[in-house]
């Protein structure tokens, strides 16, 4: 148990905080998995849709501290080569 009253506002402090970081991680989760089943299952269309909405999700989440900046990057990189991969292949 915390003694000095600093860490006892630090265990509220992430108390508040935990709820609000899973629920964000969730979401920049779900939008992720979204687009790699438009991509898998999906038109072209249909993925670019995905990605436009997971794309402001990411970057909050890169923003907030959540991820990584350079995995914000990474993943939209790699994400929309794959997108625009899909229309010389169909």
Known sequence: MAYYASAKRKIR???LKTPV???RMSRIRTSLRKVED???TG???KAQAAFREMQPVLMA???KGMVHARMV???LS???ARIKKMA???
Do not use: V
């Open 13 to 15: 402090e992430i108390a």
């Open 21 to 23: 970081n899973q629920k």
């Open 38 to 40: 438009a991509i898998t």
């Open 43 to 45: 038109t072209k269309e």
């Open 61 to 63: 989440g890169g923003n």
């Open 73 to 75: 990057s990474r993943k």
């Open 78 to 80: 790699r994400l929309s």
């Open 88 to 90: 010389t292949s169909a």
